[in-house]
């Protein structure tokens, strides 16, 4: 039995020698056991010396021979190192585009006797992940690796040794590479069984950002029901609301509903974005104005497409030739677009729908810096930026608004926010009727309504340019004086 001196032969890096004496002693010990375990190991020197995909053929053959040499499960050492040169070479197959090796590799290594769980197993999957974009094995793999091994750990996000936190866990981007790959092959079946799979995932695992999302994007591709796809859809959408495609499939989810449709398209569109990523985007938009009649729209958001596709180098599509040929579009050269929509309170309400709105007025509003003062309750003040929600704000406009949080301070994170013409009658807000009048010195205009006085600011007093006893009207708000440090009555949008 050559066990020791395989070993030893090993050790000094004679791997050569040590290959020939194993190879000799199995032949003529081929059950006994340390003669395979010391095959077993000089195998797994020639594997660690080929694992690239320029020597595949080298690799996938050693590993033919461990295969022969049908080493027992229970070799625990063994099988947990020989997943490090496998992982070697998958990584240097996906960094090169073999995906066609990776296939081969598969089909290797599938009757492997792997420990499992643990974490060599995990490094297993880590690895074939990093073809999930490209190989189309993805989800036979996964079938074979079994998510029911994942460990713990495999739950929580990698921490580099630069000490960058990897976006998604091992888990996480097991089975989201699942459901990209169950869509890319269509396969509607399973599709469906997966589904309460990744929908159960979600709920466990809250802090997960994606997994609602591919069930929305699941959902959608079995072609049934699109208002549990919305449903999946919107919690993703919260949380990366300033992201185009997140609308582009919510669009998608919400054809049927034609407002909706077109206020997810619009607001992707006017995602802070570079316009090449936008380019399919303007094609859908161009195509839903055009159905709609809209053609002045229509060709502004095809001319935007067109002027990408230019820039880019890139062919235009067929559906985009074909309206470029149509009468309308050249019908439509020279028109102003005139398809007005208010989408980001469309958009606003589908995303918040379940956090209640609340009035407000604004009493004062910095239209440089887009900040505007609210009054929402008697003795509740705040503020915040409008320009994400309003384009046009004055003082004295009634708002619906969803509140986030207010801090210390009185700044408010809004959810949405939109101008409201129903006027807030209530502790702190009322509609007075009256005349003006002023103090002796003409220095302080008041509305007098009966036995109530209540101040006109001076810079309304002086725009206006009011006359004692003329009748006037006027919002009147219960806000916070800084000057005088105290709560009062003052009006804030008056007129004759």
Known sequence: ?????????????????????????????????????????????????????????????????????????????????????????????????????????????????????CKEYSVLLNAFLTGKEEWNGIVAFCDWWGFDNFREEDYECEVLPNGKKMPVSLVESAYLAYAK?????????????????????????????????????????????????????????????????????????LEDDEQKYMACLLRAVNCHVQEQFLVRVYLILASALRQRGYYADARFYLDKYCQIKAETQTNVSREANSMLNEAWYAEAAGQKPSFELDYMSITNELLFADTPETDAVASFVNKDKKVVTIVYGKGKEGFFKYDRFIKKLNAGDGMKIRIQEVSADGFMKVFSARVSDALVDSDYCKLVNGSVSSNMSMTAFFLQAEKESFYIPSNIAGRMQLIIGEPVSAIVLYSYNKRREEWGWSCVKVWR
């Open 181 to 253: 790959g169950l869509i890319n092959n269509r396969d509607k079946d399973a599709i469906v069984a997966f589904i309460p799979k990744l929908q159960e995932l979600a709920e466990q695992n809250p802090k997960m950002q994606y997994p609602n999302y591919y069930v929305g994007k699941l959902l959608l591709a079995t072609g049934s029901d699109k208002q549990e796809a919305v449903k999946s859809l919107l919690p993703f959408v919260r949380k990366k609301q300033s992201d185009f495609w997140v609308w582009q499939l919510l669009a998608e989810a």
């Open 1 to 117: 039995m050559a066990f020791k001196q395989v070993m030893e032969m090993r050790k000094i890096g004679n791997q050569t020698e040590a290959y020939k004496m194993a190879l000799n002693d199995y032949q003529q010990t081929p059950e006994d056991i340390w003669a395979k375990r010391a095959m077993s190991w000089c195998l797994f020197d020639a594997l660690k010396a080929n694992a690239s995909c320029a020597q595949k053929d080298v690799f996938v053959s050693k590993l033919m021979e461990v295969k022969e040499l049908e080493i027992p499960g229970d070799e625990t050492m063994f099988w947990n190192n020989v997943v490090w040169p496998i992982n070697a070479f998958v990584r240097d197959c996906s960094g090169k585009g073999q995906w066609d090796d990776l296939t081969t590799l598969f089909a290797a290594i599938k009757d492997f006797p792997f420990v499992k769980p």
